[in-house]
């Protein structure tokens, strides 16, 4: 099952790359784009709770597709940059083993523990 599940990511980030394409951006920017929702996890600074949701939020899938809809309804290439780029670096999280956050630790996620051996 988990190989399948990560199939199904590396699918979806070929689809965001294909996407980011369509937006006519540099692809100068796109490395330093794709790292920039992890800055969601200094909310870990100041407790697990407030890390988690802020991670949470912002590596919802459904966020990213908000974004996408609402930067193409609104006219806002900048918006519409951000839901691609957050849905590629979404799938590729989610590739590696880096699911949502549960409150009480960084590595208790919804795709099993980090770090630790998987079965």
């Known amino acids: 099952m988990k190989n399948i599940l990560r199939l199904e990511e590396l699918a979806l980030f070929a689809l965001g790359l294909a996407a980011y394409a369509h937006t006519g951006l540099s692809w100068g920017w796109f490395l330093p784009l794709l ?7 200094i909310g870990y600074l100041l407790n697990p709770r407030i890390g988690a949701l802020l991670y949470n939020v912002a ?9 996408y809809l609402a930067g193409q309804w609104l006219a806002m290439p900048l918006l519409t940059i951000a839901g691609v780029v957050l849905f590629i670096h979404i799938a590729m999280d989610r590739f590696f083993g880096y699911g949502l956050k549960y409150l009480d630790s960084f590595h208790n996620t919804h795709l099993g523990p980090i770090g630790r051996a998987r079965r």
């Open 35 to 41: 790292f920039l929702p992890d800055a969601s996890g």
């Open 59 to 67: 590596h919802h899938r459904g966020v990213a597709i908000l974004f």
